[in-house]
Every structure is written in structure tokens, then in C-alpha cells.
């Protein structure tokens, strides 16, 4: 589902709440995958005025389709990128006490195989290391853009994120 406001972003974290003790049981374990999400044009050419990116591979679909081997437009890899976030908000688990979360970086990010627009894409997340702190859980995932129906996936990375937490009230 398309998050839209800070509110349905809210609300779908309080949903996915667990123990610090649940979140740690995902290490190594089966990875996360999230539903699919369209890739339309829209979304491409939203991105493209955020970004100042007006490259005619994505933004316009005749010429991409005559001038380039992917038969139409294709996404921005940092658009594919930038969608980690809200597909990992439908499948990984947030942590109770959590403050805030954030990224803190990324390793190893590789685009693998175009988004065409129109494709339909979701995201895998294995989580491979945590660390944690006084005040704040370091995670890093294992992830990867899928695309449906294709082999190859759009992206992968290693992706670190940051869960800080309330102080506790001992």
C-alpha cells in the first residue's frame, strides 16, 4: 500500500511493533519480503522534477522506446533505491521503544537490471548483523529490489539502518 501522510506511516509502524527480542530472532533467519508495488510513469516523472533528473530514458516513453534497448522508460536507479524505505515498512518489524529510525547508509549497492515502468517490484530483507548500543539498535539487511517475473533483481545492497530508542525508565 502507498503510504501517503505521516499518519498511514505511523499507524503501519505501530502495527509491526515486536520485542527487541523477536527483532533479534530475524538474524540469519528467513528473509522479509514485502508486497509488490507499481512502478508507473507517474512515479518516474514525479522523481525526475525532485530530482532535477529529466533524462529521456525515464520521462519520455516514445523516444525511450525507439532509442534504447529497454522498449520503453525505465525507473532512476536512486528512484529503486529510495523505494527500500517504504517497502521495508510493510515487511520488516519495527522495535517496541523505538524513538526514531534511520538510515545510516548503505555498501555494496549494486543496479542490476532496469525498472521498467510499469513493472511491478518488491523488496527482500535478511537481516545479517545487529548491534546493540545504550540508546539505539544498528542493524544492517541484507536487500534486494525484485522485480516480478524477472531473474535478476533491480538492486541489491547491503542497507545499515539505525532504531533509536526511548531511554527506559529504570
Do not use: C
Amino acid at each position: 500500500m502507498p503510504l501517503s501522510s505521516v499518519a498511514e506511516t505511523e499507524a503501519l509502524l505501530r502495527e509491526r511493533m515486536v520485542s527487541l527480542a523477536d527483532y533479534r530472532a530475524h538474524l540469519n533467519g528467513e528473509p522479509l519480503l514485502s508486497p509488490w508495488l507499481t512502478v508507473d510513469q507517474t512515479m518516474i516523472d514525479r522523481f525526475a522534477v525532485a530530482t532535477h533528473d529529466h533524462q529521456f530514458i525515464h520521462v519520455e516513453p516514445e523516444r525511450a522506446k525507439a532509442e534504447t534497448p529497454f522498449g520503453g522508460t525505465i525507473a532512476h536507479g536512486f528512484l529503486t533505491l529510495s523505494l527500500l524505505s517504504t517497502l521495508a515498512y510493510e515487511a520488516i518489524p519495527g522495535v517496541r521503544g523505538t524513538r526514531m529510525g534511520m538510515n545510516y547508509g548503505f555498501d555494496k549497492v549494486r543496479f542490476l537490471n532496469p525498472v521498467k515502468a510499469g513493472a511491478r517490484v518488491r523488496g527482500r530483507f535478511k537481516m545479517t548483523g545487529i548491534t546493540e548500543r545504550a540508546v539505539s539498535v544498528q542493524t544492517v539487511w541484507e536487500t534486494a529490489v525484485e522485480i516480478e517475473g524477472a531473474v535478476k533483481p533491480a538492486l541489491s545492497a547491503e542497507w545499515i539502518t539505525l532504531t533509536v530508542m526511548r531511554p527506559s525508565d529504570d
